[in-house]
């Protein structure tokens, strides 16, 4: 079946620094990816996606590339901001067609950000 | 207005109760889901369904009974609650693979 593999946390940055969350894949066919983010004691938010290969998702400085060739879809940010400590979840869906849209979660990785 | 929201936001209950969670969305779309995030901050599906068909159960407790009386609500029966259900239970909804909206979530705790 489908999975979806982050790496792990907890990370922890100083304010400004670079920011990379791996993320891979196993999924027949062309999935749709996105990435999701939780701050504490909410629910989740569509940070970007990207539904085919080599399309770039982008939103709030930060970005992510699909690349079939190594089936991976990395999150990075150029320089972080305290008010991204949050969780991060990278997802894909099914693009069987039909209407499973089952999205499968990676397990999440825990962002803090220091001031 | 609220997407797709979810009531109520807290709920704490006796092992043994039975409990409901209900979930609406005012996006018009087709699908809507229920997922469960254990302690762990995992997030897993439980029920998908489209236009009130139920289409996605993954291996869940036969305790567990959604139901969709029409394509904008899906609700969420738990009988005879068990501690291991403590968790935070995420309503969603969408219209294709493109992407879902995500309800605020429940948290229940079983004492």
């Known amino acids: 079946g489908d999975s979806v593999t982050q790496m792990e946390g907890p990370v922890t940055l100083s304010e400004e620094a670079f920011l990379t969350i791996n993320c891979t894949y196993t999924?027949?066919?062309?999935?749709?990816l996105f990435w999701y983010v939780q701050y504490p004691g909410e629910g989740l938010q569509l940070l970007l996606k990207?539904?085919?290969?080599?399309d770039k998702g982008s939103n709030k400085g930060f970005e992510a590339t699909y690349r079939k060739e190594t089936t991976s879809f990395h999150l990075e940010k150029g320089s972080v901001q305290v008010s991204d400590s949050a969780v991060y979840f990278c997802?894909?869906?099914?693009?069987?067609?039909?209407?499973?849209?089952?999205?499968?979660f990676g397990k999440g990785t825990l962002l803090t950000v220091n001031p | 207005d609220t997407a797709v929201s979810q009531t109520p936001k807290y709920l704490v209950t006796q092992m043994g109760n039975d409990k409901s969670i209900k979930c609406e969305q005012n996006?018009?779309?087709?699908?809507m889901y229920w997922y469960k995030q254990d302690s762990k901050k995992f997030l897993k599906i439980m029920f998908s369904?489209?236009?009130?068909?139920?289409?996605i159960n993954e291996t869940v407790p036969n305790r567990f009974s959604p139901k969709s009386p029409d394509k904008a609500h899906l609700n969420l029966h738990i009988n005879s609650l068990e501690l291991g259900d403590s968790a935070v239970y995420f309503c969603?909804?969408?219209?294709?693979?493109?992407?879902?909206?995500f309800g605020s979530g429940t948290r229940l705790t079983v004492v």
């Open positions: 969603a909804s969408s219209q294709s693979s493109k992407g879902y909206t």
């Open positions: 999924a027949t066919g062309y999935p749709s």
């Open positions: 990207a539904t085919k290969a080599d």
């Open positions: 997802a894909l869906t099914p693009n069987s067609g039909g209407s499973n849209y089952k999205l499968t």
């Open positions: 996006l018009g779309h087709d699908t």
């Open positions: 369904y489209n236009n009130k068909e139920l289409i």
